[in-house]
């Protein structure tokens, strides 16, 4: 069974600080995608960014990067030049590319940016 | 165009009442999957549904629960006698299949409360 796990129950930066946040992940498949996922107060599910395994270049999105270590199971994002908006709940997702391709989360970090 | 759209928004429910719960997946997306994300957790999978495909049950907690999709498009997940252990936000996302495009698109979700 796959499981991720989110070490940071809560974090909390100053505006235009950069940001970390950590998952890790348990699988004995290599072929699988990886997805952080922003959801603010409203409770919509938004995707932030996807990395594929296969690719050994971190994806990026804008201020919004990823730190992908495929031997270590590790898939950080990174938050450059936070905004206010950035406050939200994070997830960690982890699909593999087969079958119902499900998503698998982690437990999920509270960010705050403060003003 | 139109995202995912659930229905209601809201439900209180007095316990041992059955509930339905409604998805309209995005037009043209043919894999649809229910999630259950209780108080400060992580999402959990509950169903999946891919065409005409026999749907993926595997994350349904019990009986109790159940989902059809009608015509390949809108779906509702139903819980016969709820007990409080019900109460969650449940979300519906939906996917195209096959080539690269696997990110899923949710919806606002259902905050579901059993008194």
């Known amino acids: 069974a796959q499981t991720v796990t989110q070490s940071q129950p809560e974090m909390s930066v100053q505006e235009a600080e950069t940001v970390t946040l950590s998952c890790t992940y348990d699988?004995?498949?290599?072929?699988?995608?990886l997805f952080w996922y922003k959801q603010p107060p409203s409770r919509q599910m938004i995707l932030v960014i996807r990395?594929?395994?296969?690719?050994?270049q971190n994806a990026t999105e804008n201020r919004f990067s990823v730190n992908f270590q495929k031997a270590a199971k590790s898939f950080s994002l990174k938050i450059s030049d936070s905004q206010l908006g950035d406050t939200a709940m994070y997830f960690c997702?982890?699909?593999?590319?087969?079958?119902?391709?499900?998503?698998?989360f982690g437990q999920g970090t509270r960010l705050t940016i403060n003003p | 165009g139109a995202g995912v759209s659930q229905s209601p928004s809201n439900k209180v429910t007095e316990k041992g009442k059955d509930v339905e719960l409604r998805c309209d997946p995005i037009?043209?997306?043919?894999?649809l999957y229910w999630y259950r994300q209780s108080l400060g957790q992580g999402l959990e999978f509950l169903i999946y549904?891919?065409?005409?495909?026999?749907?993926?049950k595997s994350g349904l907690p019990s009986d109790r629960f159940s989902a059809e999709r009608t015509g390949g498009s809108v779906s509702t997940l139903t819980i016969q006698r709820t007990q409080q252990e019900d109460s969650a936000v449940y979300l519906c996302?939906?996917?195209?299949?096959?080539?690269?495009?696997?990110?899923?698109?949710f919806g606002p979700g259902t905050r579901l409360t059993v008194t």
């Open positions: 996302a939906s996917s195209l299949t096959g080539g690269s495009r696997r990110e899923q698109y």
């Open positions: 699988t004995s498949e290599n072929n699988y995608y």
């Open positions: 990395q594929e395994a296969y690719k050994q």
């Open positions: 997702a982890f699909m593999i590319n087969q079958g119902a391709q499900k998503l698998v």
């Open positions: 037009s043209g997306h043919t894999a």
């Open positions: 549904f891919q065409g005409n495909s026999a749907p993926d």
